[in-house]
Nanobody, 120 residues
Framework: QVQLVESGGGLVQPGGSLRLSCAAS????????MGWYRQAPGKQREYVAT???????NYADSVKGRFTISRDNAKNTVYLQMNSLNSEDTAVYYC??????????????WGQGTQVTVSS
């Protein structure tokens, strides 16, 4: 019904930047909040940032001032600009969206994840 496809991950040196993208497709009627979560090796998945359909944003304390979430509602796409990356940002980053389809109530959808590795 709904697919979320992330892109933009990769290997970056400490202090560097990356921009993640996540495009939603399928039988979408509307998208409420979109966001990013991450999971480091041996750790639980943790919240990174969210953005509402009206553009209100929220961030985890660990990324405030370094990461910026944005979205293009016309493209059903959410972005995560990550600056000043450090080794603790190494993780698989997952896109999340609350989507109302043509035939269902708002539901949670997840992308497949994209690896971000910060290393020299």
């Amino acid at each position: 019904q709904v697919q979320l496809v992330e892109s933009g991950g990769g290997l970056v040196q400490p202090g560097g930047s990356l921009r993640l993208s996540c495009a939603a497709s399928g039988s979408i009627f509307s998208i409420n909040a979109m966001g990013w979560y991450r999971q480091a090796p041996g750790k639980q998945r943790e919240y990174v940032a969210t953005i509402t359909s009206r553009g209100s944003t929220n961030y985890a304390d660990s990324v405030k001032g370094r990461f910026t979430i944005s979205r293009d509602n016309a493209k059903n796409t959410v972005y995560l600009q990550m600056n000043s990356l450090n080794s603790e940002d190494t993780a698989v980053y997952y896109c999340n969206a609350i989507v109302t389809t043509m035939t269902s109530v708002p539901s949670d959808y997840w992308g497949q994840g994209t690896q971000v590795t910060v290393s020299s």
